[in-house]
């Protein structure tokens, strides 16, 4: 089974959560959104993009927690992705990045406000 067949049985959930990249001797930070997130993965929305299919990106993916003792917190995934996919920009210059996630960590520490 190809990688882009099996991608499609993986279940997807549309989820709109923060995501900021780790800037690199490349390019600086970027800060987007979630348009979906799997278990293999996460595809973002994004004005333009400068990423190239098959880069490795650092990125962190701030989940919130939803705890009532800790309103508006997230937990931060700490991951390395490869992007995989970039669309062809819409009229209004957004493009779709679908990024596969090589390696992760959770921080246990809570600290950015959604």
Known sequence: MT???QAQYLLRIHVHW???TVGNDKRPPIEAETEDVSSDGFSLRMKGSNFDVNEEIEC???IPTFHPEIPNESLILRCNARVVCIS???VD???LINCRIERYSVDRRFGFRC
Do not use: A, K
Request: net charge neutral.
């Open 18 to 20: 923060p995501i900021r």
């Open 88 to 90: 062809n920009p819409d």
């Open 93 to 95: 210059g957004i493009v």
């Open 3 to 5: 990688e882009r067949i």
């Open 60 to 62: 962190l993916l701030f």
